[in-house]
Every structure is written in C-alpha cells, then in structure tokens.
C-alpha cells in the first residue's frame, strides 16, 4: 500500500461533527481471544484516523453490561458498532436489538466449526433486527464497512477512505506490471 497519509499532505480537511477524540466507532468484542483477530480492523481505523473504542462485552458472560452498553450507545458520539465474536456469537445480535446505530458481525473462528457457526449465527437474524455480517475474521472490511458507513456523512472520513482505495489500487496495478517483468 501506498503511504496515503502522505497524499493527504495540503489537502483541506473538512468540518467534523465529533471532536477528534471522541469515538465514532465502537469495536465490542465477545472475549480477550478475540482480540487477535480485531486488530487488523482497529489497524484500518487508526490508519484512516477514525477515532474508536473497544470493549469486551459477552452477550453470555456479561449480559447486563452488554445490555447497558448498547443501550446507552446512541447518546454518545458512537455511530456504528462493530460486534466481533466466536461461537453461538449472539453479541452483535442481541447488541443490534437494543440500538438504533448500524451494527456490523464480525464471525470470528473460534471453535472446532472453523466460525461458520457465527458466521450462520450473525446472518440469520430476524426480520426488523439487521446485522451487516462480513466474513469470518475479516476484521478489515468489518472497519472499512464502518468507515463507507462514518464516510456517508462525514466528507473527510470520505476523502481518505477514497485515498486509501486509491492506494490499492495502485498497488494492485503495481502487481500486474510486475507479472510482465
Ligand atoms: C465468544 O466465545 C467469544 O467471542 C470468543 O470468540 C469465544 C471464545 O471465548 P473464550 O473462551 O476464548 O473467552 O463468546
């Protein structure tokens, strides 16, 4: 990838909503053991400069705390959460029932069923209670999916999500030259 932070360099930054400190996206997670997996997506986070907190918030664990922190989201500056967990991962599911913010499944293999036990589990919610499930343990796209979702409204997030994009692709170009070498 190109340093795209470099591209950046003079370009005017617009107006933010949320102060820079404030996070926007909230990565929840079902355990520590997750943690391994998330990290590439907090990577993407860091990198397009989208302030975010993780918390460990187990549907089956801690259930009150992930009632009381979901619940209490939307009146922070949280806009999208991202709900990684292993197993029966019922943590984005039962997160998405008590929030109106869009929330994004991160399926994270876990157990002996390689996580196409979360996966199925993320995906078969019921009608009116959705979740933006993305693959097993591709915490990218579950970051970048966040930051299209930020970048909707928030023309800066916008500008670098579509330098980075440029960025690969310019990589990906970089590549198919190098097959003619
Ligand atoms: C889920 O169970 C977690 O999200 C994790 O992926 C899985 C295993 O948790 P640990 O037993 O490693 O804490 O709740």
Do not use: Y
Not at 58 to 78: Q, V
Not at 82 to 90: K, N, P, S
Not at 142 to 149: G, K, P, S, W, Y
Not at 153 to 173: A, C, P, Q, S, Y
């Amino acid at each position: 990838l190109i340093d795209f932070v470099d591209d950046l360099k003079g370009k005017p930054l617009g107006p933010r909503n949320v102060a820079e400190e404030e996070p926007l996206v909230a990565v929840i997670m079902g355990s520590d053991s997750d943690l391994p997996v998330v990290k590439a997506g907090l990577q993407i986070l860091e990198k397009l400069k989208v302030p975010f907190t993780t918390r460990i918030t187990s549907a089956h664990r801690t259930p009150d705390w992930l009632r009381e922190f979901s619940k209490s989201a939307g009146d922070t500056s949280i806009r999208v959460i991202i709900g990684a967990a292993g197993g029966a991962a019922h943590l984005p599911g039962m997160c998405a029932s008590w929030t109106q913010l869009p929330v994004i499944g991160l399926p994270v293999k876990a157990t002996h069923l390689d996580g196409q036990d979360s996966l199925w589990s993320m995906t078969q919610m019921p009608r009116g209670e959705p979740v933006a499930t993305v693959g097993i343990n591709n915490s990218t796209n579950a970051a970048l999916l966040a930051v299209r979702i930020i970048g909707a409204t928030d023309l800066d997030v916008r500008e670098r999500l579509r330098v980075w994009m440029e960025g690969n692709e310019k990589e990906v170009l970089r590549k198919d030259r190098q097959l003619l070498e």
